[in-house]
């Protein structure tokens, strides 16, 4: 749905060639990333590119929302949750951590307060951690990650893995890691940054785990163009973008 960093790809004002880049996959909107499986519906994040996103891909199901972490980019979108209200009747299912779940309640305190605003959103909230669980009958494996000093999730279904906003990944997780069609993770730039993967560490990482396809995501302008950055890269290895589709 979106294969940009907090900011997007262009970023307002930024005369740089990738800003300026003429090919659709230089625009990159918010991460976030939608499955179809089982009949089901589950998107992964609610940044502030939700409604675009939903009404790009022209989507009319949504059977739960998975929040890998609090950072605005990944849930300023929520208030249009609205529309599926409105379609099912029924609030929206969101899964997150309790630390997650906190935040949106402070976040987004009209959804949640005692005396609700005549039309306001309608979430029904599910607390998860590290345990696997069900999302609208979907079994998901939460894959604990360090984003900085923020421990944050990832999550494995079937055979793909969606892993944003990451710097760190402890010894353990790698065995839920294996056997993966899809490998999806973040990366924002070359060269270290404090609390997401540079593109050397994105490479060790897909080289541990070894999944068929790794998809770069989470990609910030300060890489070169989409075509540029596709060409240095290792065979297996696929700079996503918006609207990119993934049948496995
Ligand atoms: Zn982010
Ligand atoms: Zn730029
Ligand atoms: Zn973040």
Same mark, same amino acid.
């Given at each position: 749905m979106g294969t940009g *960093? /907090?900011?997007?790809?262009?970023? +307002?004002?930024c005369n740089c060639p990738v800003c300026r880049s &003429? %090919?659709?996959? %230089?625009?990159r909107l918010r991460a976030s990333a939608l499955l179809e499986t089982e009949g089901k519906v589950l998107l992964v994040d609610a940044g502030p590119d939700f409604r675009q996103q939903l009404l790009r891909e022209r989507v009319? !199901?949504?059977d739960g929302i998975l929040l890998t972490h609090e950072h605005k980019d990944h +849930? &300023?979108?929520? %208030?249009?949750?609205r529309a599926f209200n409105h379609i099912t009747g029924k609030p929206v299912d969101v899964y997150a951590e309790q630390r997650v779940l906190k935040a949106l309640k402070r976040e987004f305190r009209y959804v949640f307060s005692k005396t609700k605003y005549p039309g306001a959103p309608e979430m029904t909230l599910h607390v998860i951690g590290e345990n696997r669980f069900r999302a609208a009958d979907v079994p998901v494996t939460p894959i604990r990650l360090w984003h900085h000093r923020l421990p944050v999730l990832g999550f494995r279904i079937d055979n793909l893995a969606y892993i944003t906003d990451v710097n760190k990944v402890e010894h353990e997780e790698f065995a839920k890691l294996k056997h993966l069609e899809a490998l999806v993770v973040g990366t924002v730039r070359r060269g270290k940054h404090v609390s997401h993967f540079s593109l050397e560490e994105a490479l060790a990482f897909i080289a541990k785990v070894n999944p068929r396809t790794a998809y770069l995501t @989470?990609? /910030? @302008? !300060?890489?070169? *163009?989409h075509a540029e950055l596709q060409a240095s890269l290792p065979a297996g290895v696929q700079v996503a973008y918006d609207g990119l589709e993934i049948k496995l």
């Open positions: *960093t /907090s900011q997007g790809v262009p970023v +307002i004002g &003429a %090919d659709v996959r %230089d625009k009319r !199901q949504l +849930i &300023a979108g929520l %208030d249009d949750v @989470h990609l /910030s @302008h !300060q890489f070169e *163009t």
